[in-house]
């Protein structure tokens, strides 16, 4: 689970000392909550209480595999892939570095301490409660080297390298907790607004804890106020509070929950609770150093995370369209910053950016913010290295021809076999999705226009043959139909990437090519299943794995018609067959994915025939890696070990050879009982 934003309100023009609470309680026995509010205090929550563990049963922890990292997309941001829906801020790289800004904010607010609790020293074994990016429990862990932490989030989104006394659990916490070992400290940080039910929260926090734990909780309080009126109901830095809190009050998961934990904590049997306050002003208009430093950090962490913050809760729940968010945020923005800075209402933020001899003359052009030009100036000394057509054949192995219904697409010459190369190419046009996505229409066409005539001739004109399918403007209409999702890095690196030979794929939902976009920008394509003469080479541009119904759903809301491949094509009866498989291997995935539950070996290649029979070769890495796993869980040496290498190759060819999930392969398959999965089904 991501943490929320520390959200404190931001100043009007009139630089209001708007500021925010946070409340921390402590206890005896087993430490309570620390909560944020929206006055000038914090408050933590600790106490000590006794409890008993008493069962040894199978944990429900779900086993960090490929599958998890298909994460939910939705208006540009991903989200959770486990509990999908539940949970409504997102877990990509910009909320990612909101969080470890949001973790320094805290620890200044509490005087570089890491808790308040007793436990800042002597802890054994440590629980951290949606641990987000895990820094905290990174923290904890190198400074308290006799402690073990355990770290539980939604999402694996922790560092791979890990001190050797912290792990980290992808789990839903508000299902049975099933840790067989007690701890005698848990930790909770931006939490509310996660959970449905804190008396069930706070009961399993004590059963879990050893006599004389504790257990503390950081949080903000909502919705935002000021302490001297200057932020009125009028403001959208208000509204945005107030919408959010209606929005997630109609989820069930109250965002007003803080002034009450600490009732909810005595009630859960936990003693002498204790609550902190300290003063986290939004805009840095104290004349106080320690809160001057605060606030800066405060609006640091605020500002990246509005957007995020809202969009699922007010498009869900609400009702809201996203564009209509992504105004209505502009204006929180305007409130949480200085009136006179208007950085998100103009194209003054980016810089335009044209090298004609990047990748050997073919050209580039991008529209971003300085620091991430230099990115891209990186990653052109990069190629300059290489040699890219060493890595394909010497002849294109297809070529372009008209395909009916489909108007042209691209034509296998020759015979292809798994993992053949087809397409390297680098991005033409580049543009930073806050660009495109909130810059105003006409703004934005004068520099597109712009950009398109520091393009080589020839780049240019293949750029202009791509195809749009809603009209108006060319180059925003070719961007919006054809381009993809790339990542330069850092919480400002996500951008729309133009690859105009790769629009020459037409869509299929058992495509015979695959793609990836590695580091360096490049978007490189390769043969699923093999294909002989004549076969058109085709992607796809939709979720394979959903049922027909929901894959057409989604192809008429991408392009305003219904998919006609062979596979959305088939007879009733044959589409009824394959929804079946579909379901199926959905169902067996949610039991492969559960540590707790029944598996045998015939489930496991029932599985892994599933797959083979929907024909979904472009889909095999996430199957193969289940399946190795689950052997190996099993005890199942030789089939972990076939399994493995298996999804070695796959995840190579679906996501590069260097893919975190192939690494992960290779360790596994050379030394299976050395893998924190041997056998663990049987214990």
């Known amino acids: 689970m991501a943490e929320q934003p520390p959200g404190s309100p931001p100043a009007s023009s009139s630089a209001p000392q708007n500021q925010e609470q946070h409340e921390v309680e402590l206890a005896d026995n087993h430490l309570a909550p620390t909560q944020n509010e929206a006055d000038p205090e914090t408050e933590v929550d600790a106490t000590d209480a006794e409890s008993v563990r008493s069962d040894d049963t199978a944990s429900s922890l779900i086993s960090l595999k490929a599958s998890i990292l298909d994460y939910r997309r939705e208006n540009g941001r991903t989200y959770h892939r486990v509990s999908d829906g539940s949970y409504i801020l997102p877990n990509d790289d910009l909320e990612q570095e909101r969080l470890d800004i949001a973790n320094h904010l805290w620890t200044l607010v509490w005087d570089g301490q890491l808790c308040l609790c007793p436990k800042n020293e002597g802890a054994k074994r440590v629980l951290d409660l949606g641990t987000g990016t895990g820094i905290w429990a990174l923290d904890y862990a190198e400074a308290h080297p006799q402690a073990n932490v355990v770290g539980v989030d939604l999402s694996p989104i922790q560092p791979n390298y890990v001190p050797y006394n912290c792990q980290f659990e992808v789990d839903d916490l508000e299902k049975e907790w099933t840790w067989s070992k007690p701890f005698d400290f848990i930790f909770a940080r931006n939490m509310i607004g996660s959970f449905r039910d804190w008396d069930q929260i706070a009961a399993q926090a004590f ?197 009916a219904g489909k108007g042209v697409g691209l034509i296998a010459n020759k015979t292809l076999t798994r993992g053949d190369n087809v397409m390297l190419k680098s991005p033409v046009l580049v543009a930073h999705r806050a660009f495109i996505e909130k810059t105003p229409a006409a703004e934005q066409h004068l520099l597109l226009d712009a950009m398109l005539d520091f393009l080589p001739r020839v780049t240019r004109s293949g750029f202009l043959d791509q195809m749009g399918h809603s009209g108006g403007h060319k180059i925003s209409d070719i961007m919006a139909t054809n381009s993809f999702q790339v990542d330069l890095g850092g919480a400002d690196g996500h951008h729309y990437g133009n690859y105009p030979e790769v629009s020459r794929y037409n869509h299929d939902c058992r495509p015979n090519v695959v793609f990836h976009i590695s580091s360096d920008l490049r978007h490189r394509t390769a043969v699923a299943p093999s294909v002989e003469p004549g076969t058109e080479l085709t992607i796809s541009y939709l979720d394979s794995l959903g049922t027909r119904s929901v894959r057409q759903h989604r192809a008429r809301g991408a392009w305003g018609f219904e998919c006609g491949c062979s596979q959305c094509s088939l007879p009733k009866w044959e589409a009824a067959v394959s929804d079946q498989r579909l379901m199926e291997m959905d169902e067996l995935e949610k039991k492969l994915s559960d540590a707790g539950a029944r598996v045998t070996k015939k489930m496991v290649k029932r599985f892994v025939k599933l797959y083979e029979e929907e024909r979904l070769e472009a889909k095999l890495a996430g199957a193969y890696t289940t399946a190795a796993l689950n052997f190996n869980l099993l005890g199942e040496k030789n089939l972990a070990v076939k399994y493995a290498n298996l999804a070695v190759r796959a995840g190579s060819i679906e996501n590069g050879e260097h893919a975190p999930d192939v690494e992960a392969m290779r360790t596994l398959a050379a030394d299976p009982k050395r893998h924190f999965t041997w056998r663990a089904r049987l214990r």
Not at 220 to 243: I, K, V
Not at 271 to 299: C, F, G, N, Y
Request: charged fraction near 25%.
């Open 207 to 403: 059963d879990s804890l050893e006599p004389g734990g504790y257990f503390e909780i950081h949080d903000n309080l909502y919705p935002l106020e000021s302490d001297d009126g200057t932020l009125t109901r009028d403001h959208a830095l208000y509204q945005w509070s107030a919408f959010l809190t209606e929005a997630l009050q109609k989820m069930g998961r109250p965002l007003t929950i803080a002034p009450y934990l600490a009732q909810v904590l005595e009630d859960a049997g936990f003693a002498d609770i204790t609550v902190t306050r300290r003063k986290m002003p939004v805009s840095p208009w104290s004349k106080d150093p320690k809160l001057h430093e605060i606030s800066t950090w405060t609006q640091a962490a605020f500002l990246p995370g509005i957007e995020g913050i809202a969009m699922a809760a007010f498009t869900r729940v609400l009702g809201w369209k996203p564009a209509e968010v992504l105004v209505f945020c502009a204006h929180v923005r305007r409130d949480a910053k200085d009136l006179r800075i208007h950085a998100y209402c103009c194209t003054g933020k980016y810089c335009l950016y044209a090298n004609r001899d990047f990748d050997a003359g073919r050209g580039i052009v991008i529209v971003s913010a300085p620091a991430n030009v230099q990115k891209l100036k990186d990653v052109g000394k990069r190629l300059q290295c290489e040699d890219l057509e060493a890595q394909l054949p010497s002849n294109p192995p297809f070529h372009i021809a008209k395909v």
